[in-house]
Every structure is written in C-alpha cells, then in structure tokens.
C-alpha cells in the first residue's frame, strides 16, 4: 500500500515538473536554513562551554555577587550543553556534548564535596543575593542529570546531601514566594533529587522533608509560569515523584498524611486539559492502581471533597483536541494500561473526568473499589 503510494506520488511530481522543482527548492532551503541555524548554535555553544575543569573553579571562587551570578550563569549553560540529547546533532556537537561532560567530570572529582558550590549558597543566603538563589538549585538540577550514571552517581549523592544537610533553610525560604522563579528552580532541584539514581535518596528526601511547612499550602494555588511551567506543576510533579521512582519505600507513609495528595486536586477546576491530564495519569498510574497503598487509605484520601473537586472540573463541556495540545494518545484510565485501537481525537474535561472516576470506582479490586462491592 504504501509502495503504491509512493508510486502515485513520483508519477503526480513527473506529470506536473514545476510543482518538483518547487518541492526540491523548498527541501533545500529549509535544509540549508537548519544547517546554519546549526552551526550558529554550535559557535554559540564552543564560546560558552569551559575548556577546563580550573576554568569552573575560577568562575565559581568570586568574592562579590556580580561574578557569582556571571559565573553561575555560565557553568548552568554549560551544564544544558552536556544534558542536550546524544542521539541528536551533527558529529561535532555530538563531541562537544562529550567534552564538556569531561569537563565536568574532571571539576568534580577535584571538588571537596562541590565546598565551592556550598559557599556560594551560604553567600547568597547571607547576603540576600536573589539571583543567586534561583541560579544555584538550577545548576544542581542540572548535575544531577550529568551525574545520573553508573560510574558518576557518587558526585551526584554528594551534591544530595549537601543540599539535605545544609540548606533546607534555603528551600523552605524559597516557598513563601511561590509565584518566583526562585521557588520553581527549588521544586526542580528537589525533583531531580527524588528521581536520581531511580530514588536512591527518595526516602530520606521524604523523611528530611518538612512536610508541616504552611506556606506549602500556597504551592498547589500558584498558576503563574516563571520558568516555562506553573510552580503548581512542579509542585505536583515533586510529590508524585515519591509513588513513581522504583527505590522509594516510604511512600506509604506519605500517601497516609492525607493533606498532601489531596491538596493537589484544589482548584482543579481552572487547570487546562493538558494539565488535567498530566495530573489524574500520573495520579491513576501510580497511586490508584498501586496496590502496595491499602485500598483503605485510598479510599480515605479519594473521598468527598477530592471528588468534588473533580466534579467541578467536570462543568467543561468544551470539545478540545488532545493532540492540538500535546497528549499524543489520552488516557482512558482501564487498569492494564488499555489503550483504545484509535487514539481519540476530540476529548473534553468532563469526559476525561468521567473516565479516571470511573477508572478509581469501577473495577473490582482496583483504586476504591472493593472487590466484594464490585460489578
């Protein structure tokens, strides 16, 4: 069928010569134009990057604010140069990803404990220097991924404990400012930090956490987007982290708090469809099929004010294309994963509700429902 296609299609093109002509024009010119947009990135990035490990200690080992954050800024940059993807890029970006990582790698092992890093902090905090506490957690978010390999993972639980062990103080700071960019580059950090290494550390993340803080009750309400997402996102991306990384075993003791989860589906009701989404699947996959979570604590968590909340999310009628938006195939929320033959094209919030309601009250022996009490 296909063969057939591509036939019809080179026949079309030699019946009609100048609309081929005009095809090939526009392949090469776009072909040309992501070339050179290519290799101004790669000049970009060859300027930028450190050549070497003492050029990181120099730029970290400033005394005043300004050099800090220039220097802050610049290893951040370098740092997004060694996560780009290395399955794409031309040979030589592909190199340059390589070099700069071995840079990295290089500075952290001549590091005692990243003590650089820690005394910027302490700096910051001491001198109220703002942007440093945005630009700092950026940068250890992004080591984390550098670090997040077998033969590197031990500079990535040193910075873990570093963050544990002395500035907590910082993180918690952070959230009575919810809608900063400061408190988002936070809720990033602690992310990275739950997941590192499949939630090596997610335990006593959880456990170091303090979970009683009243400003995170702010955390769920703030929707404004400081750095590309809603800290509201991040928030919830941070929490359902616990339930998703293999080597945590204490999410059950967070699940039970109650407050916690629950807090999440508060003013649903204005999340957009992808945000919905993004929440009752991460929700769904989980924590309601999770069967290490009695059903009882679910059904104590999931219950009339949750429920409610998601019923006034279900007043939007609005017909929305899932994939105009980003979600390639939307969940149907069946347990076993089951996946419709056709991925459907036009979804609603009230429908996408309805689905994962039913997904935690309808099938026996599954979310809230009760294998006795089961259809």
């Known amino acids: 069928m296909a063969k057939s296609k591509d036939v019809k299609e080179a026949k079309r093109r030699r019946a009609d010569p100048v609309a081929q002509v005009d095809s090939d024009k526009d392949e090469e010119a776009v072909s040309v134009e992501d070339e050179k947009m290519e290799s101004e990135n ?139 960019s400061t408190c988002a580059s936070i809720l990033q950090m602690l992310y990275q930090m739950v997941v590192f290494s499949q939630g090596e550390h997610a335990d006593q993340i959880r456990h170091t956490f303090d979970w009683t803080q009243k400003s995170l009750s702010d955390l769920p309400m703030a929707r404004s987007k ?71 604590d679910k059904a104590r968590v999931f219950g009339v004010n949750l429920v409610g909340n998601l019923v006034k999310a279900s007043q939007n009628l609005q017909d929305i294309s899932p994939q105009l938006v980003g979600i390639a195939s939307p969940a149907l929320f069946v347990p076993g994963g089951a996946k419709s033959e056709e991925p459907l094209t036009t979804d609603s919030l009230s429908a996408l509700v309805t689905r994962f309601l039913r997904g935690l009250m309808a099938f026996p022996g599954h979310g809230i429902c009760f294998k006795q009490y089961g259809l």
């Open 42 to 180: 790669y000049e970009k990035d060859v300027q930028i990057s450190f050549k070497t490990s003492e050029d990181i200690v120099r730029a970290l080992s400033a005394s005043n604010a300004d050099l800090l954050i220039q220097g802050f800024t610049h290893l951040r940059e370098h740092v997004k140069i060694c996560n780009r993807s290395a399955e794409s890029g031309s040979p030589e970006v592909q190199s340059l990803r390589e070099a700069c990582r071995r840079v990295v790698y290089e500075w952290a092992e001549q590091s005692r404990e990243f003590e650089a890093i820690a005394a910027a902090w302490q700096f910051a905090l001491s001198n109220s220097v703002p942007r440093l506490d945005g630009l700092i957690p950026s940068v250890v978010s992004g080591l984390l991924l550098v670090f997040d390999s077998p033969t590197t993972r031990k500079h990535g639980s040193q910075l873990i404990r570093l963050v544990l062990d002395g500035f907590m103080r910082a993180v918690y700071r952070a959230f009575n400012t919810p809608r900063s």
């Open 226 to 296: 400081v750095i590309g997402f809603s800290v509201r996102r991040l928030w919830i991306r941070y929490v359902l982290s616990f339930f998703s990384v293999e080597r945590c075993k204490t999410f059950g003791q967070l699940f039970a708090a109650r407050k916690v989860v629950s807090s999440l589906f508060h003013g649903v009701e204005k999340d957009t469809y992808q945000e919905l989404h993004t929440l009752l699947d991460s929700v769904f996959t989980n924590v309601v099929l999770n069967e290490e979570i009695t059903r009882a």
